[in-house]
């Protein structure tokens, strides 16, 4: 009976070339993504002096005041007209 029994490994067959293409692009897509989340939880600023300018306006050339909303064209009245029957 214990000759009978095989412990031998099973045979795996070689991985193919498009298996193994598909293999590397899942983890450089992995590490990609990866290097993306941190990049958005980890923000890297050039420098501290840019981040003291961007709260205070350089000049008044800069700063633009919102125009006023001009009103719409597109809305005409509509003609008040009797129902025909």
Known sequence: MAAELDFSPPEIP????????LRYGLFFGA???LICV??????????HKTDSDSFE???SETVKKPKATA?????????ET???R
Request: aromatic fraction near 6%; hydrophobic fraction near 35%.
């Open 14 to 21: 070689e991985p193919t070339f498009i298996e193994n293409v």
């Open 31 to 33: 590490i990609f993504q």
């Open 38 to 47: 941190l990049a958005i939880i980890l923000p890297v600023s050039k420098s």
């Open 57 to 59: 306006p350089k000049n």
């Open 71 to 79: 009103p719409q064209i597109s809305k005409k009245p509509k003609k």
């Open 82 to 84: 009797k129902k025909k």
